[in-house]
């Protein structure tokens, strides 16, 4: 090879290092003979080819089946419809008369809750074409009746009794079912279990509570003693000056046993509270004594038979608290008693003992006094709410002159006032109602007539105004609503989960009264708040009256604290 050879061939190699896989000239690679030899091999595909395509198939695949499944969604599979409710609902019955009753669940199970009340007419409302007469009973009679909460209509209506003694909603397994049910207790002697999502009657049983007897309320829930898996129920009536108990089967409304009596005096009121050990006690309250009896020996009582339920035991440190053989517990403090409340604790369940001179909190194991506090004539029994977030406080009302109530908020743990503050208020005011914020507080909403002058002496008739209070502005209350007519029931509710916050009126005459107009009312909030009036219980500049409503109308609420 001479010299001028190997510019050519360095050129060729320089031109190969920068295209590797170009031929010259378009043309094929001089190893002609070695393809020839392995044309098989070049003609089959490899490996690496045969994995692309299933890789472009699996993605066409995938990519059809997205369409599909948004196609199925978007225009197939209908979406869940959410009920729209109305704002406000107001439903009305003509020659009517109501009673003090009022629950809120969701009856038709559409996740709002809906309104179940009682009132007493000849041939119900003219949704339903039903009368006393369908169910055996002469007329006028108690119709119990279920309105839907998203905008009033009636969902069932039926007549359960010629007059209503009693009525409780909320009780577990009634009647064998999974689902709660409704106790009507009538008159004449009759038991009447209901389920509250259709109206019908799951059992219906004539009692025997003899004559001239008062019911002593509320129901008493209590563990199963008879042994079919289902809670059963103690009725306490008094006549004279004796008390009789009564237990009736929740499955099928039998009674259990015969009857038991206990000598506490006319009317007294009672409490159940479970001990830390489990054991169930019953407290009554007469006019100036405390009484404890276990469910064990009310059990006997009323059966003749000793009970071998281990749920029906004793507790050691009560029975050394109650007096034997009269079952009376002392107090720190004298005055009469009017109402017994359960108050939780951190390590269990408190009681409260309202007395005319003071309310005074029990240790729910020991008995012991925690604490007392002033509040002489109450008016109503205690509601809790969040004044500071996460602590539990108590709204006391009490009097403190004609026409003329104090609210107080205290605190659960150690009986400190918080706040408080003086209303006019009329004879039959309804009692406060609270609702849990997001903020881990509550909104506070009672009634009566907030006058700023010191020299108001209450003397006249006041009037029936809403006040919304929340502790993060404890100087401004919000004027919602006024009401001229007598209000027999009053609640607030949140409809659905963590919103939609109302509250419900029932108006009208009551069983004791001729009939007349009645009236159950939805009203949100929120529309009350943004046509409420500002009340300052003390000026403080900066914050303008409508920076207040938009304050209050942002305001996010919870259905668990």
Known sequence: MNSDEYPVMDNKNLEAEIHPLKNEDGKAPDNHENCAEKAALCRKPTRLSQLSQWRTAAFFLSLFLCLIVVFAFSFIIPCPVRPVSQRTWNRKYDRAVTYKFLAVEDVNEDKVQDVIFVFKDTNGSSSFNRSCSDEGLSAPCAFVAAVSGTNGSTLWERPVTEDLLWMECAIEQLGGAQSPGCLVIGNPELLTAINPHTGEVRWRQFNSFGANYTVVTPLLKMPDVDGDGVQDVMIFITAGDETKSFIYSGKNGEQIGTSGRLSLGARPG???????????????????????????????????????????????????????????????????IHYLV?????????????????????????????WTVNASHILSEPVFGYYTPDVLHIVLESGVGPNRKKIMIVEGGSGAVHWELELNSRAGSPRPATLNTADHRSTFLFWGEYQAEANETGSKVALQN??????????????LNNSPDRIVAFDAVLFERSRHACYVLLTGPQSSKGPGWLSVTKRKLKEDIADSRVTWLSQVAGDSEQYIRDRFFRMRFSSQM
């Open 270 to 336: 009672y409490l159940m509270h479970v001990t830390k050990t489990g054991s169930y006690y019953v407290l009554f309250n007469t006019v100036n004594s405390l009484y404890g009896y276990s469910l064990k020996d009310l059990y006997s009582m009323a059966t003749g038979m000793e009970s071998k339920l281990t749920s029906l035991k004793q507790d050691s440190q009560w029975e050394k608290k109650v007096e034997s053989p009269t079952h009376h517990i002392p107090l720190l403090s004298s005055g009469d």
């Open 342 to 370: 359960k108050v939780p604790g951190k390590s269990g369940e408190n009681i409260l003992v309202v007395k005319s001179d003071m309310a005074e909190l029990l240790d729910g194991q020991t008995l012991n006094s925690l």
């Open 466 to 479: 809403l006040y919304l209070f929340h502790p993060s502005y404890p100087n401004v209350l919000l004027e």
